[in-house]
């Protein structure tokens, strides 16, 4: 148990709608990033957050955006869903903005079916 | 750019096998090397890391030594058991930065 939790676990939604992912962070971590993992594939790197700032974006459109609030919880929105986000989000927390991957939780993570 | 390849799954193995999967990396500078765990319904678990050349990372009976010459990260158990069952991921994230850039992923099964 990492301590970090997601919300919902599971999400059913039809193409052009918009979602709204949340995630609690470990208690005391004020850094927040989030992985889109499609099937069978690894995680790839959306964007990371850090006391509410965005600090780093990976190769995604616009239209995933996110934002976090001064309790360090976070929420991923994606606007105008298509077929291909489809996939298992995954949030992760960490203390600080530095290297120390050990210390970087992941939460379970959920699962969005677009169709 | 930065990239990790691994050796495609399922890798099926009887308990008590010796265990290898191959993990390869491109990248600029000096990245920090990672194997993740998934254990089903589970998030990612920090599995073993090694943050420079030569360095060899272990946990839990596994090991990974990092490679400059070779670009690689090969994950080794020497006797694996039906619970270490799960997908593994080789990932690496670029120097002074914590985002990680990963595998596709190795899915382990191993039968009693």
């Known amino acids: 148990e990492t301590g970090v939790t997601q919300s919902p676990t599971h999400l059913i939604k039809t193409r052009g709608q918009q979602v709204t992912l949340r995630c609690s962070s470990q208690?005391?971590?004020?850094?927040v990033s989030w992985y889109q993992q499609a099937l069978g594939q690894g995680p790839q790197f959306i964007f990371q957050?850090?006391?509410?700032?965005?600090?780093g974006r990976g190769n995604f459109p616009p239209r995933f955006s996110g934002l976090q609030f001064p309790n360090y919880s976070s929420e991923l929105n994606v606007n105008a869903l298509e077929l291909d986000d489809s996939a298992l989000y995954l949030c992760a927390s960490s203390s600080g903005q530095g290297v120390e991957n050990e210390k970087l939780f992941f939460g379970s993570g959920t699962q969005l079916s677009v169709l | 750019g930065n990239s990790v390849t691994q050796m495609e799954g399922p890798v099926t193995l009887s308990e008590e096998a010796f265990l290898t999967i191959n993990c390869t990396y491109t990248a600029t500078g000096y990245p920090s090397l990672f194997w993740y765990v998934q254990y089903p319904g589970e998030g990612l678990q920090l599995l073993l890391k090694a943050t420079k050349a030569d360095d060899k990372g272990s946990n839990k009976g596994f090991e990974a030594t990092y490679r400059k010459e070779t670009t690689s990260f090969h994950l080794e158990k020497g006797s694996v058991q039906v619970s270490d069952s799960a997908v593994y991921f080789c990932a690496l994230s670029p120097y002074n930065t914590d985002k990680l850039i990963f595998g596709t992923g190795t899915r382990l099964q191993v039968f009693p």
């Open positions: 957050y850090y006391r509410e700032e965005e600090n």
């Open positions: 208690s005391g971590h004020n850094t």
